[in-house]
């Protein structure tokens, strides 16, 4: 069916536009319980737990969500300001019904979002959301009164999440010997992943760990990793680690201020599990660097390119059975430690390669051959049938042409502006600049 309110990651928009309001949340929050009551197969009342990020706005679409919810039949558990990926932990490891989480992730603090976990820890399934869908519109109503839900507050949920983050990572080493500047982004983790890192032996230096309601993401954290790197250099720590304002993506620098994406991360984990066994798959995006595939080529191991965000990488893993994949954003994937992407759970992972094999992260990815990326943005006219355009698709086979097998030429539209994206990837600068000028001369009228 065609979405109304849901996008591929929940519901995301303006706070007081026409979805992230008090009373568009109430109207969710009552249609997801009448759904999930409807659906409910186990003992007892349903239980949803609601998280959410730093932002202010979070108060009011809390409060809202939980009256909602609360009028359907639904008893509902506060976590407070934790992780995206806490909230799918925490869902999975109560045996909760669902699992909602308030965040807009990346996007500043004007911006908030609204999207559901499964009782698995997992995103909801799509005829379950679609049944959400057909009932926001429905009026809002009340069970009786003996059978309105009931809100308590989770006090032990940070400190739940903490241990399991810490379980991800061997009894038998420790970060000892490390100092760590981690980046909270003024998020959901300010006041759990210090904690994680501190507590298997870090010194740990924070920043970005003093959330006022407003300053989430601002120039710190994962999409701002230059104020991460400038304290690492003039703090002499080792590494450096930040998240996003949700804490589901990662950027990580080292003692000498080289910042380190997603691509280059989901190696140095690839490296550390082959290490200890086999890797049977990896699953990346249209966007994943052409270095980090012709490195899986090298290592024997099958990759695959999905659409463009975590939600696609996870369903080309689950399709072939593989247990890791990732975004050159940070999203990282690895599912035989937990249902979805999580920033803290991955920058350990990168540790413990480290911590085991005695290497920087430099050295030990140092095979990976990043290849330069150079992308232009052309407009685009609705009229324009680029797919079909015979000037763009000459221009595109000489390109590929010239490259052969040491490039390669991504083209897709926007689906935010009225511009055609135009990126090429090649062994050098010069190449792949000229390949995709040679793409943005085409005249698309």
């Known amino acids: 069916m065609s979405r109304k309110y849901f996008g591929t990651d929940g519901i995301r928009g303006e706070v007081g536009g026409a979805l992230i309001n008090a009373s568009f949340a109430l109207r969710l929050g009552y249609a997801a319980g009448r759904v999930l009551s409807k659906n409910h197969q186990g003992a007892g009342r349903p239980i949803v737990l609601i998280g959410k990020d730093t932002r202010v706005s979070g108060y009011m679409l809390e409060s809202a969500l939980e009256a909602g919810l609360s009028a359907a039949g639904i008893d509902v558990y506060l976590a407070g300001p934790i992780p995206t990926p806490a909230v799918a932990y925490l869902t999975r490891a109560l045996r909760l019904t669902a699992g909602v989480v308030i965040s807009a992730s990346h996007n500043p603090y004007g911006d908030n979002g609204i999207k559901f976990f499964s009782g698995q820890g997992t995103k909801l399934p799509d005829d379950v959301e679609e049944e959400i869908e057909r009932a926001i519109d429905e009026p809002v109503g009340c069970v009786h009164s003996e059978e309105i839900g009931r809100a308590r507050r989770i006090d032990d949920a940070a400190g739940r999440y903490i241990e399991f983050c810490k379980s991800t990572f061997p009894n038998e080493l420790d970060l000892k010997s490390l100092k760590i500047v981690v980046d909270g982004a003024h998020g959901a983790a300010y006041n759990i992943a210090p904690h994680v890192f501190r507590e298997l032996g ?5 920043i970005g760990c003093h959330p006022d309601g407003f300053n989430i993401n601002q120039d710190v954290g994962a999409l701002y ?35 380190y994406n997603g691509d280059e991360l989901l190696y140095a984990i690839i490296l550390e599990r082959l290490a200890q066994g086999s890797v049977n798959g990896v699953a990346g995006t249209l966007m994943t660097n052409y270095g980090f595939e012709k490195q ?3 290592l024997g191991i099958p990759f695959e390119r999905a659409k463009v965000g975590d939600r696609y990488v996870l369903e080309a893993m689950q399709k072939n059975g593989w247990l890791y994949g990732g975004e050159g954003s940070g999203h990282l994937l690895c599912l035989d430690h937990h249902t979805t992407g999580d920033g803290i759970i991955a920058g350990l992972q990168v540790l413990k390669g480290l911590v085991r094999s005695g290497k920087k992260l430099s050295d030990w990815i140092a095979n990976l051959k990043m290849y330069p990326q150079v992308m232009i943005n052309v407009p685009l006219s609705k009229e324009v049938k680029w797919e079909a355009h015979a000037g763009l698709q000459a221009a595109r086979e000489a390109v590929e042409k010239e ?39 085409v005249n698309l009228s």
């Open 403 to 441: 490259l052969g097998t040491q490039g390669r030429v991504l083209i897709r539209a926007s689906g935010t502006e009225p511009k055609l994206r135009l990126m090429v990837e090649a062994e050098n600068y010069d190449l792949a600049k000229r390949c995709v000028d040679q793409l943005a001369a």
């Open 296 to 298: 899986m080529q090298a």
């Open 225 to 259: 990793p230059e104020k991460l790197a400038a304290t690492v250099s003039a703090r002499g720590a080792d590494y450096g680690i930040a998240l996003d304002g949700d804490a589901d993506r990662i950027q990580m620098v080292d003692a000498d201020g080289r910042i």
């Open 202 to 206: 870090a010194e740990v230096i924070e």
